[in-house]
């Protein structure tokens, strides 16, 4: 991709930044011309391969055995170490198992969830649901309050 972005400016249908003054804003056409010629589906593409073309060569292949050393070839990793962008910190083992539970969350939510149903057994009518099937919902929705009422005598 990084080519075909030194042969568009070296064909003058790219422009490179030291072009203009307004280098960093490519007309309409230029822009649209860049994001065919690589495949790109926005302007953070063009503007990613665009800082991979103006980089020098051995840069750019230190660029890409960093992060190949680091099993992160993504295009923006590379275009950080090509720009000398510290890395993204990594997060802890902790972010990656845990995450934050907030207990008086959970109960309202609870409670809001048990009021929404409550309100709606009002619109199930005398003798609407099969016999079968009463005595299967009738069996879980018991259990759910036995779990429920253990719970909230703990708390």
């Given at each position: 991709m990084g080519e075909l972005v030194r042969q568009g400016q070296e064909e003058g249908t790219i422009r490179t930044r030291a072009d203009s003054h307004r280098s960093d804003q490519l007309g309409r056409a230029e822009v649209e011309n860049a994001k065919d010629a690589i495949g790109a589906s926005s302007w953070s593409d063009v503007t990613d391969v665009r800082r991979l073309a103006e980089a020098?060569?051995?840069?750019?292949?230190?660029?890409?055995?960093?992060?190949?050393?680091?099993?992160?070839?993504?295009?923006?990793?590379?275009?950080?170490?090509?720009?000398?962008?510290?890395?993204?910190?990594?997060?802890?083992?902790?972010h990656h198992k845990k995450r934050?539970?907030?207990?008086?969350?959970?109960?309202?939510?609870?409670?809001?969830?048990?009021?929404?149903?409550?309100?709606?057994?009002?619109?199930?009518?005398?003798?609407?649901?099969?016999?079968e099937r009463k005595l299967e919902l009738v069996t879980s929705i018991n259990q759910s309050i036995d779990t429920i009422r253990k719970a909230v005598r703990k708390w």
């Open positions: 020098t060569p051995a840069d750019f292949d230190t660029a890409i055995d960093e992060a190949k050393a680091e099993g992160n070839l993504s295009r923006a990793n590379v275009v950080r170490k090509v720009k000398g962008e510290a890395p993204k910190p990594e997060r802890s083992e902790w934050h539970i907030d207990p008086l969350r959970i109960a309202e939510r609870l409670a809001e969830e048990l009021d929404a149903a409550t309100t709606g057994l009002d619109l199930v009518p005398d003798g609407y649901l099969p016999t």
